[in-house]
Nanobody, 124 residues
Framework: QVRLVESGGGSVQAGGSLRLSCTAS????????LAWFRQAPGKSREGIAT????????RYADSVKGRFAISLDNAKTTVYLDMNSLTPEDTALYSC?????????????????WGQGTQVTVSS
């Protein structure tokens, strides 16, 4: 059973930074897409960053481009999301997701495995 467990969420003031981590168990990420999504209250889930494990190719939503960075550890079992210059609009439940494949999208429907999420709250 694949498990994805997120950590690193919390409360931060606007302009601050956070690093989220997502550790995968029982999952081979040798050729996989790993991604971060977020969902704010009353809004639909938004794909914000994805990384292809084989090449390290990344893709970002315009809303986070230049502020957030997705990365993988050398073992390819932990995916990180470094978030900088946070604003209150970044407040959401952040979840990681994974799928086997070579085409990494920001569409939630293409991902097979999901974590429970970690809350990020940014105050002004």
């Amino acid at each position: 059973q694949v498990r994805l467990v997120e950590s690193g969420g919390g409360s931060v003031q606007a302009g601050g930074s956070l690093r989220l981590s997502c550790t995968a168990s029982d999952y081979s990420a040798k050729t996989a897409c790993l991604a971060w999504f977020r969902q704010a209250p009353g809004k639909s889930r938004e794909g914000i960053a994805t990384i292809y494990s084989k090449t390290g190719t990344t893709r970002y939503a315009d809303s986070v481009k230049g502020r957030f960075a997705i990365s993988l550890d050398n073992a390819k079992t932990t995916v990180y999301l470094d978030m900088n210059s946070l604003t209150p609009e970044d407040t959401a439940l952040y979840s990681c997701a994974a799928r086997t494949g070579t085409i990494c999208t920001l569409s939630s429907g293409t991902y097979d495995y999901w974590g429970q999420g970690t809350q990020v709250t940014v105050s002004s």
